[in-house]
């Protein structure tokens, strides 16, 4: 079956600038939950953006169900995936709901809606969404008003109101409560969909991902079940410090020293 997402041998850096990432390639099958771990400044992000098509790649191609990103429009790309990223507009005054009805677009020809009068297929999807990420009594409130948890919710419900078959997000867990950060990753692997979401909090990641993909320093460590790609020596590589993993209770324990 054709992956959802395909890096072959991909390379990125900015302008002028070396390499940030090299050597990259996996395949992410439909419906997998794959998690991206490592330290700060290890190309995580910057390899989400060549998976949402932000950043083109240097060298090597990147495939969307099977579609080579960079061949297809930014409007079918955005139909089949969606992002949640740590970046949020804060700058103008729309509701919750009308955050959330931007997911639509991607479905709206030539990108014309009415924010304030979606139709009604658009404004049931766009409740149900609200409904699934607890923000129905929110949904009138401006935006910038909201909490950074309550805004990371509206940027969640936005995405699943576009009913993509892939989601992508940047540390979707920031700004939100334990019970909040549980639900959410519950919620995303309830949707059947295929979701890459970078993870700093290991434990989570261990619990929420079938895979874990480890970069160090802009190349891949280690990619595989949880067991296996957060091991002790993986960890002390990527995150240069002493790692202990106490596998003895349902979950793992991680304990780290300098
Ligand atoms: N457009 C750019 N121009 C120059 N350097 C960049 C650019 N984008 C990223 N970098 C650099 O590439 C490296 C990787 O950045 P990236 O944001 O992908 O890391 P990260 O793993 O997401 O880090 P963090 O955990 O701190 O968010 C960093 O050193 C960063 O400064």
Redesign the pocket.
């Known amino acids: 079956m054709t992956p959802a997402v395909e890096l072959c041998n991909v390379s990125w850096g900015?302008a002028r600038?070396p390499d940030?990432l090299s050597g990259i390639g996996f395949a992410v099958p439909a419906g997998q939950i794959m998690a991206i771990c490592?330290?700060?400044?290890?190309?995580?992000?910057?390899?989400l953006r060549l998976i949402y098509r932000h950043h083109a790649p240097r060298q090597g191609i990147v495939q969307l169900m099977g579609r080579d990103l960079w061949s297809t429009p930014a409007q079918a790309v955005a139909r089949d995936l969606a992002t949640v990223l740590q970046e949020q507009p804060t700058d103008f005054a729309l509701s919750a709901r009308q955050i959330v009805a931007l997911g639509r677009l991607p479905h709206r020809r030539g990108w014309a809606v009415s924010l304030s009068s979606p139709d009604a297929q658009d404004a049931c999807i766009v409740a149900d969404a609200m409904q699934r990420m607890d923000l129905t009594a929110l949904a009138d409130r401006a935006f910038d008003t909201l909490s950074g948890g309550e805004r990371q919710r509206v940027m969640v419900a936005r995405a699943l109101a576009q009913q993509p078959q892939v989601i992508v997000l940047d540390e979707p867990t920031n700004h939100l409560d334990i019970r909040h950060q549980l639900e959410l990753l519950e919620l995303l692997r309830g949707l059947g969909l295929t979701v890459i979401a970078?993870l700093?909090d290991l434990t989570l990641a261990a619990e929420f991902a079938e895979r874990v993909l480890v970069?160090d320093r802009g190349r891949i460590l280690a990619d595989g079940p949880p067991d296996q790609a957060l091991t002790e020596p993986v960890l002390a590589r990527a995150f240069r410090v002493g790692a202990r993993i106490d596998r003895s209770g349902p979950a793992p324990r991680f304990a780290f020293h300098l």
């Open positions: 900015p600038g940030i490592g330290a700060n400044g290890a190309g995580k992000s910057s390899l970078t700093h970069l």
